[in-house]
């Protein structure tokens, strides 16, 4: 199966660039129309792109229910955001107290996707590559993506250095996804980047301090354990209702290889404080909402 081909550069100034998230700018401005994309791009012409198969840590996340603005551990998601931004061409980038990239050299790389469908919220699900890709294929092509292409995406890069988690979805190729799933267990198995304190095997929740600063958890978890936590005004971080809540989310999901629909709710075990994810994340494929 194929992705459509799109050229263009990457521009981060005035933008929030995280570890799985950057600004793209094709340079045919109607690229994703012509692709049957249904792309939302700002008034200057860039998409904001969702780096298929990868999660990094949160650096801003708005929680649901008045729950607030979020981040994990800063120094990590810190890590895979430079990291993206080194491996996409950018040398010198400097941000302000809020995160927005207020400089960088240069001021854009030139670079280019691969991509077929966007988000709900209209972003482009892509892997992402510096530098023009060699061939024939003409902007706004079918090109066949393989796993030997693949390691030089900024997606599969991020996730053999143990900058960010697996998180699949059901659209991304089992060849590409087993790829990137092999690179996410020998980062494991190596303990770089997330996994030298990831707790999401195991943690025992006392404080949103500890929540914040200190837990290297899979970002889809934290997200989920801050959206329940929303929901309590007192500041509290019992997690007596958690699984319930879980359940009302409706994560739908298969483990590989399996092959068994499940929801995430059944993959997460509460005992009184303490939260375990049963399954590694890259044996969790979920369901395109």
């Known amino acids: 199966m194929t992705l459509s081909l799109i050229k263009g550069n990457f521009r981060i100034v005035g933008a929030s660039p995280d570890g799985d998230s950057v600004r793209f700018y094709p340079d045919d401005p109607m690229a994703f129309g012509k692709a049957g994309l249904r792309v939302r791009l700002n008034a200057r012409g860039g998409a904001q792109l969702r780096l298929d198969g990868i999660d990094a840590l949160e650096t801003h996340y708005q929680a649901q229910n008045r729950g607030g603005m979020w981040h994990q551990p800063a120094e990590l ?15 010198k980038v400097r941000r302000d107290e809020d995160g927005t990239v207020t400089s960088s050299a240069p001021d854009q790389v030139p670079g280019h996707i691969l991509t077929r469908f966007a988000d709900k919220y209209g972003r482009a699900v892509a892997f992402a590559f510096r530098g023009q890709r060699s061939g024939r294929t003409p902007d706004g092509g079918q090109v066949r993506l393989e796993p030997k292409g693949l390691r030089t995406s900024a997606n599969y890069t991020l996730l053999a250095d143990g900058l960010v988690y697996p998180t699949f979805y059901s659209k991304l190729y089992v ?40 837990l290297v958890i899979l970002p889809k978890l934290f997200r989920r354990l801050v959206d329940y936590l929303g929901l309590d005004e007192d500041g509290g971080v019992s997690l007596a209702g958690f699984d319930g809540y879980l359940d009302t989310r409706d994560d739908r999901l298969f483990t590989v290889p399996e092959g068994h629909a499940t929801e995430l709710a059944t993959l997460v075990e509460v005992r009184r404080q ?16």
């Open 77 to 91: 998601g810190t890590a895979a955001a430079d990291g993206l931004l080194t491996h996409l061409g950018f040398k």
């Open 274 to 289: 303490t939260v375990t994810l049963t399954v590694e994340p890259e044996r969790i494929v979920f369901q395109e909402a």
């Open 175 to 214: 060849d590409l996804r087993q790829t990137m799933a092999d690179a996410a267990a020998a980062a494991r198995a190596a303990g770089k980047g997330v996994w030298a304190d990831d707790a999401t095997t195991g943690f025992r929740l006392k404080s949103r301090k500890q929540l914040a600063d200190e």
